[in-house]
Each structure stands twice: as C-alpha cells, then as structure tokens.
C-alpha cells in the first residue's frame, strides 16, 4: 500500500476538490494533493508532479466534454491511472469510462467510506465500480469501438476532435503548428485504425462515445 501517495484531484468546482481533499488527507500519512480546475491544468500537474499515483477525474470540466478527456489522458499518460469521479450514475457512461481505460468510477454521491474505500483498492493495483453492475458493453461492436479509440495516439486523438469540429486539414495543421502533409497523415492513421472509409464516418464513430473538443495547447 502507498502510504503517502500523490493525487491530482480535478474538477472545475473547488468546493468539490475541496471535499475531495478532506475525504482523502486523513486517511493517508502526509498525501500529496495538486487540484487541477481544466483539462490544461491536469496536463500541466502530471507533467510537474514526479510519478502521481492517482488522477481523480471529473468528465464534465472545461477542456473536455463527454469521454474526450479520459481519451487524451490515457492516450497521453497511459502509466497513470486514472478514477472517474461524476455525477452521472448512468450504467451506460460507467461501462463506457472503464472500457476506455479507467481504473475506476465513483459516483459524486458515494459516501467519503466508498471514496475512500475505491481510491485504496486503485492504488492496490485493482479497479472499482459501485457494486453489482454488468460492466459488458450493450454490444461486441461498441466493445471492439472502445478498443479502436484507446489505440489512437494522443495526436491522433487530437486530429479527429477537431475533424469532430468540422475542421479542414489546413485548419487542423493551423492549430496543431504542423503541416497539411503531417495531418493527412494523422487521418489516414485515424480512418484505419478506427476501420472507416472516410472522415464522416470516423466522426459518426467517435460520436457514438460522445467525444468533444479540447484546445490543443498541451504537449504532443
């Protein structure tokens, strides 16, 4: 067991984080605990804290919008793990979180015992939900979805976010400082991996686990 562990606790309300931080500091000898109010602000904490051993997530923050940032953080720090923290009970956003990647999902309404109850167990290398749920996708071909999202690099991510937005490739390069030949690229990339023809579709596949948008400021 960790006893001083390092959490990076994110939501854009700071009465939450704050409840967080009281939930979680008596029950560990001297934890480490950075809020993060943005998507931005959790990238920047993971890049300045040496090793966090938990991310405590909130879907809904500013940056991020449905599962889009759980994306890009599993994408981009696939070595840290990361527990959903949300108001959303729906079976259907639970099944969807851990199947790209959470090691864990706790309803806002836990109480601080089931929080903290969850947070250990993360950090005993296993995974949490609320008790008696069927995590089995609705379907063999959203499961074989989930997994062709998590396969795209954080760049990848990046490009089909912005395809979701409706930009052309020389928006996309625009906004991401590279050049049209290097996006193209990344949407070949995107179109193969998530096995469509073409950029609507992609999008229509992307949409069906309701990602949004981020500003692309964070680190390749």
């Given amino acids: 067991m960790t006893q001083s562990p390092t959490f990076i606790v994110a939501d854009?309300?700071?009465?939450?984080r704050n409840a967080l931080r009281q939930t979680i500091e008596p029950h560990f000898a001297k934890p480490e605990i950075v809020e993060a109010g943005t998507l931005d602000e959790v990238s920047a904490a993971i890049e300045t804290v040496e090793e966090p051993d938990l991310v405590l997530f909130d879907l809904s923050m500013p940056g991020a919008r449905g599962f889009s940032g759980l994306m890009y953080l599993r994408a981009q720090y696939p070595a840290v793990p990361v527990c959903v923290v949300s108001a959303s009970e729906d079976v259907g956003t639970i099944r969807r979180s851990m199947a790209l990647g959470a090691a864990g999902f706790v309803?806002?309404?836990s109480s601080p015992t089931q929080i903290r109850q969850a947070i250990q167990v993360i950090l005993d290398g296993g995974t949490?939900?609320?008790?008696?749920?069927?995590?089995?996708?609705?379907?063999?071909?959203?499961?074989?979805?989930?997994g062709r999202?998590?396969?795209l690099t954080p760049q990848q991510l990046r490009v089909l976010m912005m395809m979701a937005e409706g930009l052309l490739n020389k928006q996309i390069a625009y906004e991401l400082s590279v050049s049209e030949a290097t996006v193209k690229a990344h949407v070949s990339a995107v179109l193969q991996k998530l096995g469509v023809e073409n950029r609507t579709k992609a999008v229509l596949a992307a949409g069906r686990f309701e990602v949004g948008q981020w500003h692309a400021g964070d680190a390749d």
């Fill in 149 to 151: 999202l998590r396969s």
């Fill in 107 to 109: 309803p806002k309404s």
């Fill in 12 to 16: 854009d309300h700071p009465l939450f």
């Fill in 128 to 146: 949490w939900t609320p008790p008696g749920l069927d995590l089995r996708l609705a379907s063999d071909e959203e499961d074989a979805l989930a």
